[in-house]
C-alpha cells in the first residue's frame, strides 16, 4: 500500500521484489522488477544499484535491512516498536518517507553513511544476541516464562550461528 501511495505521486520509479518467486503474471499497481530468491552476491548487486531500501516485517527486524546498510544503501524502515516487536504502519506514512527521501539526496547521502557506521560496527552474533534478549526481557515481562524458569537462556552464551 505505501509503495502504491508513492506511485501516486512518482509514477516513474522502478520497484525492485526480492526473495520469492512471484508469479510473474499477476498485475503489480506500480512499476515493478521481480528477482525472486537471489544469491548473496547477487543480492549485494542489486542493494548497490537501488537508491533506497524499503524492509519492513510485521513479526520481526528484517535482516535485509542489514545488507543493505552493508551496501550502503539508505534504508527506510518503521522506527518504533515493530523492529523490536509488532507495527502498524500507515500506507501514506510509508509513502511520504519515501517521497522525502528520494527527493532530497543529502538526507539519502546521511542515511546510508549512518547506517553504514552502525552496521560495519556490529556483527549478526550481537545483533541476534540483542534481538533475543529483548525478546527474553518482554517474554519475562509478560510473564511468559514463569512457568518455566531459564527456559530461555541468553543469546550471548550460545554457539549457535545466527538465525531467528
Known amino acids: 500500500m ?3 501511495e508513492l506511485h501516486k505521486t512518482k509514477p516513474d520509479i522502478l520497484v525492485h521484489v526480492f526473495g520469492q518467486d512471484w508469479d510473474p503474471e499477476k498485475p503489480w499497481p506500480f512499476p515493478v522488477k521481480l528477482h525472486g530468491v537471489m544469491a548473496e552476491a ?4 542489486l542493494y548497490r544499484a537501488c537508491d533506497i531500501g524499503l524492509a519492513l516485517s ?3 527486524y528484517n535482516i535485509a535491512s542489514i545488507g543493505m546498510m552493508g551496501c550502503r544503501l539508505p534504508v527506510v524502515d518503521i522506527s518504533n516498536e515493530s523492529t ?3 507495527f502498524k504502519p500507515r500506507p501514506q ?3 511520504k518517507t519515501l517521497a522525502r527521501v528520494i527527493d532530497d539526496p543529502k538526507e539519502r547521502k546521511t542515511r546510508a553513511d549512518l ?6 560496527g556490529h556483527t549478526y552474533e550481537d545483533i541476534a544476541a ?5 525478546m527474553r526481557a518482554e517474554l519475562e515481562r509478560n510473564h511468559a516464562l514463569s512457568a518455566r524458569p531459564g527456559s530461555v537462556k541468553p543469546a550471548r552464551d550460545s554457539k549457535t550461528p ?3
Open 162 to 164: 545466527f538465525a531467528i
Open 93 to 95: 506514512e510509508i509513502a
Open 130 to 134: 540483542s534481538f533475543a534478549d529483548f
Open 2 to 4: 505505501g509503495l502504491y
Open 42 to 45: 547477487d543480492l549485494a548487486d
Open 58 to 60: 510485521a513479526t520481526n
Open 84 to 86: 523490536r516487536a509488532t
Open 115 to 120: 547506517a553504514f557506521d552502525w552496521v560495519t
